[in-house]
Each structure stands twice: as C-alpha cells, then as structure tokens.
C-alpha cells in the first residue's frame, strides 16, 4: 500500500506539473499572437489534453482496481526513463523559451528555432513526452496504461507531427533548416 501512495504523489505531482505547464503555454501564446503568430490545428490540442488527462486517471485505476504490485527492477528502469523524458522536454522548453507551446503556432516572420537540443533531434519534446506516457505507469506495473495510452499517443503524435511540419514549413521554411535532422533520435544513435 505504500508504495500505491507514493506512486499515486508522484502522478499527482506530474499532473501539477502539466498545469503549470499550461500556465506557462498560455502566456506564451499571447506572447507569439501578439508578434503575429497564429494557431494551427486548434482540434490536435484537445486530443492532447483529453489523452494526457485520462493517462492519469488510468494509470491510477489500474494500479488500484487491478491491485497492480511494485516491481522493483522495472521500476528502476522507468524512472530512468522518466528523467530522459523530462530533461527532453525542459531542454525544449528552455531553448525554444517564449516561442514554446502546447498549440501549433507559428510566427511568419521569424526562422525556426534550431539550435540548443534542436540541433541534434527535430522533436525533443515530443520524444520526452513519449517516454513518459510509457514509464510512468510502468513504475508501478500499470502495463495496460502504458501500453494503450504509448499507441494512442503515437497515433496523435503522427498526425500532429505532420500537420505542424507543414504549417512551420508554410509559414518559417522548416524543411530548409531541418532537412538533414532526424525526428526522433540524435545521429549518434543512428546508422548511417
């Protein structure tokens, strides 16, 4: 049980993260409507939250209704992946600082950002979000959570990936800074 209690802290104290997040997004959206900027695919961000906030419910469910135990090992493993996911997505939010949002938005008149974690991967947010829907139910065997929510959010992040591509390639010319990047995974993980 007490672990089920820690668990349940720690899904607490990342869903508080999300909201300041949130916070943080907002202002940043004001931020780049008033230089110009515009949304893009308003319909992709409700997905989101809807995905992101029945994640943590069910990672919840799960491990209390289905009485899911503690594997240790396993554990150790996602927490370790919990911290790549979450030092991905602040490396993004720290580069991309008040141009970083939850929404698509672009800004016409501006280059894509690409330096900083930019540099070596073309979604590192994406990436770390990825990871966490993956180990975080994973910390306290809520396989289920972590299997369903990993292929839904593949789905949506397939659809939004493409679809903020093009807006960013429309409005910043993404394709001639990020030609040569990968998507997903730094070159020296890569075979060439």
């Not at 800074?177 to 993980?189: A, G, H």
Request: charged share 20%; hydrophobic share 50%; no cysteine.
């Amino acid at each position: 049980m007490v672990t089920r209690i820690l668990f349940t802290v720690l899904v607490a104290g990342l869903a508080v993260q999300r909201l300041v997040e949130l916070r943080w997004s907002r202002r940043n959206e004001q931020e780049i409507l008033k230089r110009g900027g515009r949304e893009h695919a308003p319909v992709q961000f409700e997905w989101m939250k809807v995905l992101h906030t029945t994640w943590f419910v069910s990672m919840l469910v799960e491990v209390f209704a289905l009485k899911r135990k503690f594997p240790p090992l396993l554990a150790s493993v996602a927490v370790l992946t919990l911290a790549v996911g979450q030092s991905l997505r602040y490396a993004a939010i720290r580069t991309l600082g008040w141009r970083w949002s939850v929404r698509v938005m672009t800004l016409p008149h501006l280059p894509p950002v690409s330096d900083g974690i930019y540099r070596h991967i073309r979604h590192p947010n994406y990436l770390g979000v990825a990871l966490e829907i993956l180990a975080v139910p994973l910390i306290h065997g809520a396989y289920l959570t972590a299997l369903i929510f990993s292929l839904a959010n593949g789905l949506l992040l397939r659809a939004r990936i493409q679809q903020e591509e093009q807006a960013m390639n429309e409005a910043n010319h993404y394709e001639m800074y990020f030609r040569e990047r990968p998507r997903w995974f730094p070159r020296l993980f890569r075979s060439e």
